[in-house]
């Protein structure tokens, strides 16, 4: 049965949902992200409808995901831990009021609580079967776009493609 309550949060886990998920290392740590250019056209789409905000467990890389999210995007990002995830969201923005898009075994129990729960294709066969939708589109490559898309459709009255 479909839920009528409309999610007032749109969280986003950055690594392995905006990212592709690889860290790329030189001799001196951690140097890159791979961002793709797909789901910032999402966020754009559905920014008016929900409030959005970041959340990553990567500490070293928090840097470089600052950098896309804060500076480039002008969204909030929030570093907390896998462990801490599910209470800091809860207590936060509360699971009931947020859909969240996640892709691993730590994102799977707040994928199953929140109020909507999306999945890129290639995240964890946890954070898969967890989910309300999983995307057709990958991490890194338009799944966050593909969620946004649903969201849009499913709450917010669909988009019209122009």
């Known amino acids: 049965m479909m839920n009528d309550k409309i999610p007032e949060y749109l969280i986003i886990d950055v690594d392995g949902v905006m990212t592709t998920g690889q860290f790329l290392y030189s001799v001196e740590g951690k140097e890159y992200k791979v961002f793709g250019p797909h789901d910032n056209d999402g966020i754009k789409l559905i920014r008016n409808h929900i409030k959005i905000v970041f959340v990553t467990a990567d500490k070293r890389g928090f840097p470089i995901s600052h950098k896309r999210i804060v500076d480039d995007m002008h969204h909030e990002l929030f570093l907390v831990s896998e462990g801490d995830r599910l209470s800091y969201i809860d207590s936060t923005f509360g699971l ?67």
Not at 101 to 112: M, R, T
Not at 124 to 139: C, M, Y
């Open 96 to 162: 009931e009021q947020s859909a969240y898009i996640g892709d691993g075994f730590y994102d799977a129990p707040i994928l199953k609580k929140c109020l909507c729960g999306i999945a890129p294709s290639n995240a964890r066969v946890e954070a898969r079967n967890a989910a309300d939708f999983v995307t057709d589109s990958k991490s890194g490559e338009g799944a966050v776009l593909d969620a946004c898309l649903y969201l849009i459709n499913r709450y917010f009255g669909g988009v019209e493609i122009q």
